[in-house]
């Protein structure tokens, strides 16, 4: 978990991600950055992030990433 | 009647629609609904309704074929000791295939109607004969009904949404006749089950529909279509004007095309809540925008979103584009890599974007544009952050943000005067006489009012624009104008009403002396 | 259930007083927009055929309805001169038959013409139900009409009344000089064709009639001869609404009534419309009819 917040701070520096729920709807994540994001979480994690995963209720918040990258990893096994 | 402005279609064809819905049985309230639909196509392209039901038929096939096939590939992965990778990677390729079909015959047909006779005679300019295609005619909407037709059907490939075996569900879908126009362009999830579901009219509901439509035609029949007296002449023959008027015209279209089309929007919107259906909406605040691709995230939203989840992500996430980010992430780094990299993804996102438009080679270069600014600035965005944080500039503070929309707007106004000439290299000539050629005594001497506007118009226009900067500034603020008024109680919806209505009226550019102008964004 | 009925009952009258107070606002605005005199200097609208307002009360004869036929082809000061008929032409360029209906009753309120001929070409020109809805509601609301007038309101426009003080010198006629030969060569060739009516035309012809016969006034049919917009088909149809109508149908085209057109010398466009030589002969004609009826 705290690992998705490092990520979102190196991608958008100064910007406050912990305990947001609106990274999306805020415009505070956009296309180019969740695509970053994307490449980010799938090197760190190991898991492979298809387009139908890309709705904002799982990028608006660091839970919904988090919750994400573990439903991900789970399918693979 | 021959769009939503018709008097026919406001004082008959609506009326009688919603009374019909009314008062039939919730249950036969879809059927009003499509057959009130498919009139309204009928009467604005006759027989080319064909295509839209072709269309209706195609998704429905590859839909249900679709859902068969993943309820197949459930069982098969449910199966005790099955190679779960296999069977997916098996079925992936079968439903793609599918998939693949109907999103081509969708698109072929688009093709065909829209784009096959421009590409020919530009072949035949080039000197290259490949014989006339057919002209049938550009059934209405047929580009906004595609692309909701496209992504039903990538919906239902992605899981996202279960096949329909309703026909009559999806035609209502893909054909609601307050969207077959301009849009919004609606995902099946948003709007399928809302329009069959066949809600009552409310007070609420019809009180904050027609205040909606009201004020949408008062952005089009006041600022839109006054605007087109100065506008249509300067674009007509641009050669007759001088750089002045030229800016002065790329300006007032810029406040044009969006009181048109986002005066139509209101309208749908408006008709849809009527109905009890939330249509998406396609505007918000546009003007407000500190960047390009924020200007886009609030302009045409629906084309943008639609763009962004049916390209730009499966463009950015397909193999050779991982890989190309993959590259690019380890030679530049996590921030500016991927930006480079997703130049593929945003140069298919803009050419979609410019040539969805038209076959016309203002839409390349204007999709062109587009791509190339946002794409710069994505990729100047960390240097540009790094140097603020080195001179201490306040992102936030008011001059930068300032500088921010004025540079926005500057990005704007640039690639409408694109958009509305008639050629790129029309836009290109016509952008460097209003650089270059630009006196600022002509505003002064009377060559604008020269033009098709008197200062009286003017006066309407500058007034009906500042009542839409406060309304957007409070919106901008989180506030709903019309909630607000709805509370007041029956006197203040009435005396809403009521001032929009004899403002439409008597302020309207309608009538002799005004020539009627088509929805501007009916056309694409 | 019957909170529900109370409640929806309560929300449609609250829709319908709001309905009622806008309809009320237009009104009032309408007596402001309403021009102030039949002249276009006060803002009136085809004050060529308004200036039948300015007409002493009682005193034309006969009323030419029509379009640009009927303004290029009857004259009223010749058919004075040649038979003392006072009259008066109602014709505007590319008349639809919806305004052609208010016209009428705009003049009809202070005339009692024995006869109203109307030109038959404008029969042919369809329009919708849209366009027949606006020109309703202009009629009974004419804010909807002169609305642009917001530019140039005066005071006046709010205290003053309505007044018709001017007319028309050639009462309505527009005599056009010089000529277009025309190839008249096929002009009325044999048909067994019989051309379309508009259902939305006929509505308003049946109105038209009835509103004649409520005025006393005799309702005559004309053809004015055209090359351009007239035929055999047209000729066949409107023989048929006559007969059906009981009303006179005269074409001076063909037949008994027709009238010597030298098509070389009497259009000048080339048959589309007469000149004002054509338009002699024609109202000589037309001035030889009214005296029978």
Redesign the interface.
């Given at each position: 978990m705290d690992a998705i917040l490092d990520i979102l701070d190196?991608?958008r520096?100064?910007a406050a991600f912990a305990g947001r729920t609106d990274l999306v709807d805020s415009?505070e994540l956009?296309?180019?950055t969740i695509?970053?994001l994307?490449?980010?979480l799938e090197?760190v994690f190991d898991v492979v992030?298809?387009?139908?995963e890309?709705v904002p209720e799982n990028f608006n918040s660091p839970e919904g990433i988090w919750a994400l990258v573990c439903r991900l990893r789970a399918q693979d096994l | 009647m021959t769009s939503y402005f018709s008097p026919s279609f406001l004082a008959v064809f609506l009326p009688v629609a919603v009374l019909a819905y009314q008062a039939v049985p919730r249950r036969a309230r879809w059927a009003v609904l499509l057959a009130a639909s498919y009139a309204f196509f009928w009467a604005l392209s006759g027989w080319l309704v064909v295509f839209v039901v072709a269309s209706t038929a195609i998704v429905w096939g590859v839909g249900r074929a679709l859902g068969a096939e993943s309820s197949r590939r459930a069982l098969a992965l449910a199966e005790p000791g099955a190679d779960r990778r296999a069977v997916r990677q098996r079925w992936q390729g079968r439903m793609r295939l599918t998939l693949a079909a109907g999103v081509v015959a969708n698109l072929a047909i688009l093709w065909a109607l829209k784009y096959a006779g421009p590409l020919a005679s530009f072949a035949a300019s080039l000197g290259v004969s490949v014989g006339e295609p057919p002209s049938v005619g550009l059934p209405i909407g047929i580009s906004f009904y595609t692309l909701q037709a496209v992504s039903y059907l990538v919906d239902v490939y992605r899981g996202a949404v279960v096949a329909d075996a309703n026909p009559a569900r999806l035609a209502l879908f893909l054909a609601f006749f307050p969207q077959i126009m301009e849009g919004p362009i609606c995902r099946y999830a948003q709007t399928a089950q809302a329009l069959w579901e066949g809600s009552p009219v409310t007070a609420r509901g019809l009180f904050s529909g027609s205040a909606r439509m009201l004020w949408g035609l008062a952005k089009r029949m006041v600022v839109a279509d006054r605007l087109n007296s100065f506008v249509r002449p300067v674009f007509d023959d641009p050669a007759a004007y001088d750089g002045c008027v030229i800016a002065v015209a790329a300006v007032l279209y810029t406040l044009q095309l969006y009181c048109d089309f986002s005066g139509t929007m209101d309208l749908a919107v408006g008709m849809g809540r009527i109905f009890g259906v939330g249509l998406p909406e396609n505007f918000r605040q546009p003007f407000f925008s500190r960047t390009a691709a924020e200007f886009w995230q609030r302009w045409h939203v629906t084309l943008g979103a639609w763009l962004k989840d049916y390209v730009f992500y499966p463009v950015s996430l397909s193999a050779p584009v991982r890989r190309l980010t993959g590259a690019a992430r380890r030679a530049l780094g996590g921030r500016v890599g991927p930006a480079v990299a997703s130049g593929v993804a945003l140069l298919a996102v803009w050419l979609a974007n410019g040539l969805w438009h038209g076959a016309g080679t203002q839409y390349l270069l204007f999709g062109l544009y587009y791509f190339a600014v946002i794409w710069l600035g994505a990729l100047v965005a960390p240097a540009s952050e790094a140097l603020c944080a080195r001179l201490g500039v306040s992102r936030d503070g008011a001059l930068w943000r300032g500088l921010q929309h004025a540079r926005t707007l500057v990005v704007v106004l640039v690639g409408e005067l694109i958009f509305r000439s008639a050629s790129a290299a029309q836009g290109v000539e016509l952008l460097g006489r209003a650089a270059l050629g630009f006196r600022a005594a002509s505003l002064a001497d009377g060559t604008v009012l020269a033009v098709g506007m008197d200062a009286a118009d003017f006066a309407a226009v500058a007034v009906f624009a500042a009542l839409l900067l406060v309304v957007g500034a409070l919106r901008e603020r989180g506030a709903r104008p019309l909630d607000a008024v709805w509370r007041r109680g029956p006197v203040a919806r009435g005396a809403l009403c009521c001032a929009l209505l004899v403002g439409v009226v008597v302020f309207g550019a309608y009538g002799a002396g005004y020539v009627p102008v088509d929805p501007m964004y009916a056309s694409f | 259930m019957g909170n529900r009925l109370v409640r929806a009952s309560r929300s449609l009258l609250e829709a319908a007083l709001a309905v009622a107070a806008t309809i009320a606002v237009l009104a009032a605005l309408s007596h402001v927009f309403v021009p102030k005199n039949n002249q276009a200097e006060f803002g009136q609208r085809d004050e060529r055929v308004y200036g039948v307002l300015g007409q002493p009360e009682g005193s034309v004869e006969v009323l030419f309805l029509g379009d640009s036929e009927a303004y290029t082809s009857f004259s009223p000061l010749q058919l004075w001169d040649e038979r003392g008929i006072t009259s008066y032409v109602l014709g505007t360029s590319g008349q639809k038959l919806c305004y052609t209906r208010s016209l009428l009753g705009r003049a009809l309120e202070r005339q009692r013409p024995r006869v109203v001929v109307l030109e038959t070409n404008c029969l042919f020109r369809s329009f919708s139900v849209g366009e027949a809805l606006v020109r309703l509601a202009q009629d009974a609301l004419p804010v909807l009409e002169y609305h642009d007038r917001w530019k140039s309101l005066r005071p006046e426009d709010v205290l003053g009344t309505v007044r018709a003080t001017w007319t028309d010198e050639a009462r309505g006629f527009v005599g056009k000089e010089g000529a277009v030969p025309a190839d008249a060569s096929s002009h009325m060739a044999p048909s067994d064709e019989v051309a379309g009516l508009p259902w939305l035309s006929r509505v308003y012809l049946d109105d038209i009639a009835r509103t004649c016969e409520r005025a006393g006034a005799r309702l005559v049919l004309v053809s004015t001869p055209s090359t351009r917009n007239w035929s055999t088909a047209r000729h066949s149809r409107m023989e048929r609404v006559a007969s059906e109508l009981g009303v006179d149908y005269v074409d001076l085209n063909v037949g008994k009534d027709r009238v010597e057109i030298d098509w070389s010398r009497d259009t000048y466009d080339g048959g589309d419309h007469l000149n004002v030589d054509g338009a002699r002969k024609v109202t000589s004609a037309v001035g030889a009819l009214l005296a029978r009826v």
């Open positions: 190196e991608l520096p100064g415009r956009d296309s180019l695509i970053a994307v490449a980010e090197d992030v298809p387009a139908v890309i | - | -």
